[in-house]
């Protein structure tokens, strides 16, 4: 059974948020998010969007699929947004190049075919 619209739509972004990540790892070095401001609000930007869209997955979604930790996922969003003064380069990059490749493979199952006719 498909999710629902809003819940599709919301997968589809957070599929989207992972591989925009993916390509930065794959971009930039990690000493970079220490040295380049700009480099990390690319990855950090990309962590708050893809947060924002597992906030908007319905509650019913998140306890069909318990596997995922959404609340912590959720979580980072706020702490990039409210507490960005203790975000760590180190672990900004640690999510970005092991938990968010883990949550791409998790979720590529159920992301909705989106046909280009």
């Not at 990690?30 to 962590?47: C, D, I, K, N, Q």
């Not at 640690?94 to 791409?104: D, H």
Request: some cysteine; overall charge negative.
């Amino acid at each position: 059974m498909p999710p629902p619209l809003d819940d599709a739509q919301s997968l589809l972004d957070i599929h989207l948020r992972c591989e925009h990540i993916a390509q930065l790892v794959a971009e930039f070095e990690p000493g970079l998010l220490v040295t380049s401001w700009r480099v990390r609000a690319l990855f950090e930007y990309e962590l708050i969007i893809l947060g924002e869209s597992v906030k908007r997955l319905s509650p019913q979604f998140r306890e069909t699929h318990p596997d995922i930790r959404w609340a912590a996922i959720a979580g980072l969003r706020d702490v990039l947004v409210h507490r960005y003064d203790r975000v760590d380069a180190a672990q900004v990059w640690g999510i970005a190049s092991e938990s968010v490749p883990q949550l791409l493979g998790y979720i590529e199952p159920m992301v909705p075919r989106q046909d280009n006719d």
